[in-house]
């Protein structure tokens, strides 16, 4: 792997193709390449996130999660560079439950719907959720087209959970809380 990255500019995209892990060519705009570019643009905005000013009492624990959850979203973008190839398991699933158990446990149920915001890092876990989901509709999309395994399907669905759960963890431990949504109810004539 030591010179795969030498040369950055290769110009073989030029005419709107571009190689997959496997040495074939696709378009640009194939749903393989628009499910790797939404994975590309959920890793880049954890990125954004690890930078934030996370609150003192949870920041290492989360700046470890995240970057765990970087790797495995490398992993990902390269299990959909090749088709047919796997790099996810199931344990990568399975670890992101623990997370969302052991987050969740510590917030109060929900009984309203809450609106993305409070302090600047919670804002940025409900951008990095959305683009989770957009993620998430990418694989569905190209799984109804070529096989995938379900690892990478139930991996973006449980990461879009936790960045939810996240979100509100972070407000918390800045000693705010959810923002409500505030649904005024019209009467009907």
């Known amino acids: 792997m ?3 990255l030498s040369k950055i500019a290769t110009r073989t995209g030029d005419a709107g193709m571009t190689g997959l892990g496997d040495g074939s060519r696709v378009e640009k705009d194939h749903l393989r390449i628009c499910a790797m570019g939404d994975v590309d643009e959920l890793n ?10 996370l609150p003192a009492s949870i920041a290492e624990e989360l700046k470890t999660l995240f970057l ?5 979203l490398f992993d990902l973008g390269g299990e959909l560079c090749i088709p047919n190839y796997k790099l996810l398991n199931p344990e990568h699933v399975a670890q992101l439950d623990l997370w969302l158990e052991k987050y ?3 917030l109060p149920p929900l009984t309203e719907f809450i609106l993305p915001g409070g302090t600047r890092a919670a804002a940025q876990a409900h951008v990095c959720r959305t683009v989770c ?3 998430e509709r990418s694989i569905v999309r190209l799984g109804w087209d070529e096989p995938l395994y379900d690892a990478p399907r139930q991996y973006v669905n449980r990461l879009s959970d936790l960045l939810f759960v996240l979100a509100r963890v972070l407000n918390r431990a800045a000693g705010g809380s959810d923002v409500l949504w505030k649904h005024e109810k019209k009467e009907t004539k």
């Open 2 to 4: 030591g010179n795969r």
């Open 44 to 53: 880049s905005e954890i990125g954004v996130l690890m930078t934030e000013e």
């Open 68 to 72: 765990q959850i970087q790797h495995d």
């Open 104 to 106: 969740n446990q510590q």
């Open 133 to 135: 989901r957009r993620a």
